[in-house]
């Protein structure tokens, strides 16, 4: 019988946890200009993009049927459809203005048939079964119909009032308990913050050329609540660093807060960047507007804590330095534990 | 210290069972056959993922109040005559406003008279006013009555829908009204397949009046015109009607009837389709009592004139007056067994009281749904899982405190769905996938902040102690702006943005439970396992 080896592994080490960004120390703010560019640069292309569609379309995004009003038929072939052959087929059967886009042809052979708004009520309906009488004069049974969406001018009003006042009392809010929370001007910089990333998500799908409907609008609004989130840590990080430290300059007192709270953000940020990327890629057709804008607002709304929300901060305290007003942010009211 | 930790340990499985309880309630096996029926029988799921109609109809009120006031005016010329003051005609002046009537003609000396005749009889639902050198009165109907007519219509509506709906079969229909003080009522009828036989039955034969002929059937509405002498008179009107009915041809006819109808809709108390003597098909009805005492005066009067059966604004049937009736008859004509049986179904559920306009309607087809389910959920297992590989990864040993309190979460979530019955849309399945994101942003708050701790020397249990404490106050608030953002979203969002703002709500709710409470009893049940010397696994 062969000795066992007793082998020796050394005293035990101990395994060093997986840090991403264990030291890391970098002058945020002194890249604001970098920052500064990055925004102005996407803020505009989807300010020129808006402008364009507002030119062409009426309105600065394309806007779903939920807004626009009108007939929406989503319908799914048994075979691979021609468009220019469905849409021979509604212009023979007489219907005006019928807008036939390829939905999902790929991989489903889906394709929307949308009509205009209807002002005269009482025949709202008839669009969709004239929509489909035509169809079947082409490939009888074909096809199937998955999805039909009609909206009055009565509803479609509703619908704008009522996204309008959701966005507003959100954005009122957040300021309204950011305040009560921290002081006015931190509430202000995370709201600017916030405007920033509302825009930039909004522009993007204007460049894109996507459509905005409820639940688009949905996504904006928790994206907001999310980017607000993230500008919160930062500052709960710069509020207790202040009320540790009141000597420190206030720009050092802010880099040095982010890099502290680096490691979280980008985690938390990346996690849930990554469920939404998976609602995105795994989601479906219906929810691709909705994931786009969580996919793109998610990123926006973490750079804007650190890029615009930071240096609003300091740029204040600094103007208000010149002016000779204080030369010290207030470490606001304390924080009830 | 030990027995403390496990009660705790027992409370947290406590609520384990009771939340899974709400999911699957108690399935009749642990096939995975038998989970799938327990879960969506307590799982209650969205137009969007069961797939079925949306509709938002609007009644048009106006004609009730229409219908009233025609009936008004009939009673005035009525009164008047009976009470023989002298007046040129009575009707209404302006179609867009159905709740004003004029009287014109009346004498200067019967001027009081007549004031005192309508306001007697009619004052308490009408301003009266006029009476001057100009012998023309204006009655004028009360806003609050007018009001509560609308508001009555609409209620009828609405439970006539329920009826024609309900004798459909469709489970779990909706119906309700929608947009207080806008006269609008929304229809949601999950599974439904034929969307167009639904709304035909719903939406058709608006109106069902018996109405007596004056004239007709004529060749067109010049024909009838002569034959009124050029001007139809106010109180009569001209309607279309199916030639068949009188010659034999399907042609279009126009027949002159009295406005005002012998019996409506709502006078009808049954009816049934039958068969006559020669086989012919036909509807039995019978009448309300109040409608038949009012039948049978008007035809015992009327006996050898024709009515006109009045279904949709169309003629439907014209019959003889044979002799007078009291609540029973027959409505004859050459029915098909369809007609017949939409006819007396329409019938016995009581005529809607105005026509209804869509709104809105929004319809998902079933499969649309049933890849809407697949795809939400492959989304969701794909996040979950992506997210836990994480923390194992990143945070080693607490990673599986971590993934543990996920794993609660969801199952909390979930359970509050089943227990409150609140429905789960396509964006809520969102909305639990971005709790997933953001439940296990609480963890990496407090885990980073035990790390920075244990690197400044800290003793594991202080570590964990100081970890929770600072993070605490973050997660409150981080959490409460997005409820506070779900809630506005729920306030103003329509249906499957509502269930999106649901499943954020419950599950950062329950997250606050899990991440903290949860999470520090797996913390404590570690660190009391731990030897002298050994650190926190994070």
Known sequence: ?337 | MKKNLKNKVLLIIAVLVVFTYGIIGVPSGVSGKALMEALSNRIHLGLDLRGGAHLILQVVVSEAVASETDNTVARVQQDLKTAKLTFSQAYKPDPTKPQVIRLEGTTQPNASVVRSLLDTKYSNEYDVNGGGADNTWTLTMKPLVQKALEEKTVQQAIDTIRDRVDSLGVSEPLIQEYNLGANQILVELPGISDLDRVKSIIQSTARLEIHAVVGGPYQDETAALASVGGVVPPDEMLVHGSGALATGSDADSVYVLQRVSVVAGSDFRSADPGTDQNGLRNVRFTLTNEAGDKFYEYTSVNVGKSMAVVMGGRVREVANIKSAIRDSGEIEGSFTPDEVTILSKMLRTGALPASLNYLEDRTVGASLGADSIRQGVTAAIVGVLVVMAFMLFYYRGSGINADLALFLNLVILLGFMGFSKATLTLPGIAGVILTIGMGVDSNVLIFERIREEVRAGKAPSAAVDQGFAHAWVTIVDTHVTTIVSAAILFLFGSGPVKGFAVTLTFGLAANLFTAVYVSRVIFEAHLNKLKPGETVSI
């Open chain 1, 1 to 337: 019988m062969n000795a066992a080896v007793l082998k020796d592994y050394g005293p035990r080490k101990r395994r060093e946890p997986v840090e991403l960004f264990h030291g890391v120390n970098v002058d945020w703010l002194g890249k604001k200009w970098y920052f500064l560019a990055f925004s102005m640069i996407f803020s505009v292309a989807g300010i020129i993009s808006m402008s364009m569609h507002w030119v062409q379309i009426g309105s600065p995004v394309p806007l779903s049927v939920d807004f626009r009003g009108g007939t929406q038929v989503q319908l799914q072939f048994a075979q691979t459809p021609d468009i220019g052959r469905i849409r021979q087929a509604t212009v023979e059967a007489g219907i005006k203005d019928a807008s036939v886009v390829a939905y999902d042809v790929a991989s489903n052979n889906e394709v929307l048939i949308s009509l205009p708004e209807q002002t005269n009520e009482s025949s709202l309906d008839a669009g969709r079964q004239q929509i489909v009488d035509a169809l079947h004069a082409h490939y009888a049974n074909q096809f199937t119909v998955r999805n039909v969406q009609v909206v009055g001018p009565t509803v479609g009003k509703q619908l704008e009032r009522q996204a309008g006042l959701a966005t507003l009392y959100s954005m009122a809010g957040m300021l309204v308990y950011l305040w009560f929370r921290f002081q006015l001007i931190y509430g202000v910089a995370a709201v600017v913050a916030c405007f920033h990333d509302t825009l930039i998500t909004v522009g993007f799908f204007a460049l894109t050329g996507q459509e905005i409907s409820l639940t688009v609008i949905a996504a904006i609004l928790t994206l907001v609540g999310y980017s607000m989130n993230d500008t919160i840590v930062v500052f709960d990080r710069i509020r207790e660093n202040l009320r540790l430290s009141r000597r420190e300059a206030l720009p050092d007192v802010v880099n040095r807060s982010i890099n502290q709270t680096l490691s979280r953000t980008v985690l938390t940020s990346g996690l849930t960047f990554l469920t939404v990327l998976s609602l995105y890629v795994f989601g479906g057709q219906v929810l691709r507007g909705f994931s786009f804008a969580l996919v793109v607002g998610i990123l926006i709304g973490t750079y804007s804590s650190i890029a615009v929300a930071a240096p609003m901060l300091v740029a204040w305290q600094e103007w208000r330095g010149k002016s000779g007003k204080g030369t010290t942010l207030p470490a606001a009211k304390r924080a009830r534990v």
